[in-house]
């Protein structure tokens, strides 16, 4: 059974702040993780995903996400904050691939 | 274009009515997926094919759905006798599982209003 949670449903950042969004999971397997983003009207796009190996994953639009075993995280991160990350972010976690279990998502808000 | 395309964008529909939605998914990827969106909520899987097989089903598919990928390409979604509950965005997605690194590609969608 796998499980993810992610914490806060609403983040507000400043442009050209650090953007931090929370995930943690739960997996009866070593799993395979995934950032998703959603802008409004629009289905769900890849902004990286962990498999094995290096746990340190980088992304596109400047994203990453380390994979921490022992905290069950996948938290994401991007140093500098543009108006154009304002949008909804899902963790997502597989069990070695295919269906995929999603968080209830982040909503982010980029002020100027 | 090579991306996953869903038909209709939106469908507003009175309750009891049934309503089919079509998914085309990337032409070579042969496994398919269904999830459902609400508002405020992460898409929640409904079921998936791996070419014309359905080899799985969420225990939130009831009786009232069902889904077909007849030819192993495109895949319909009904809902028949459509409820209020039933209104969210109905997400596509597919897949190559022989890839390196599976990973799935989304449609837009498909946003159900049911009065």
């Known amino acids: 059974a796998q499980s993810v949670t992610q914490l806060g449903s609403h983040v507000s950042v400043s442009e050209g702040a650090l953007v931090l969004l929370r995930c943690n999971y739960s997996?009866?397997?070593?799993?395979?993780l995934f950032w998703y983003v959603q802008y409004p009207n629009q289905g769900l796009q890849l902004l990286l995903k962990?498999?094995?190996?290096?746990?340190l994953v980088k992304g596109i639009n400047g994203f990453e996400a380390e994979f921490k075993k022992s905290e069950t995280s996948f938290h994401l991160t991007k140093p500098s904050a543009h108006m154009s990350d304002a949008a909804e972010y899902f963790c997502a976690v597989s069990p070695r691939g295919g269906k995929l279990q999603f968080g209830a998502g982040t909503q982010v808000v980029v002020t100027p | 274009d090579t991306g996953v395309s869903q038909d209709p964008r939106h469908k507003i529909t009175k309750r009891g009515q049934n309503v089919t939605f079509r998914c085309d998914p990337i032409?070579?990827?042969?496994?398919l997926y269904w999830y459902r969106q609400t508002l405020g909520q992460g898409p929640e899987f409904l079921t998936y094919?791996?070419?014309?097989?359905?080899?799985?089903k969420s225990r939130l598919l009831s009786d009232r759905f069902s889904a077909e990928r007849p030819k192993g390409s495109f895949s319909t979604l009904e809902i028949q006798r459509t409820e209020q509950g039933d209104s969210a965005m109905y997400l596509c997605?597919?897949?190559?599982?022989?890839?390196?690194?599976?990973?799935?590609?989304f449609g837009s969608g498909t946003q159900l209003s049911v009065l």
């Open positions: 962990y498999t094995t190996g290096a746990t």
């Open positions: 997605a597919s897949s190559d599982p022989g890839a390196t690194n599976e990973k799935l590609f």
């Open positions: 032409s070579e990827h042969n496994r």
């Open positions: 094919f791996q070419n014309e097989a359905q080899l799985e």
């Open positions: 997996s009866s397997v070593p799993p395979y």
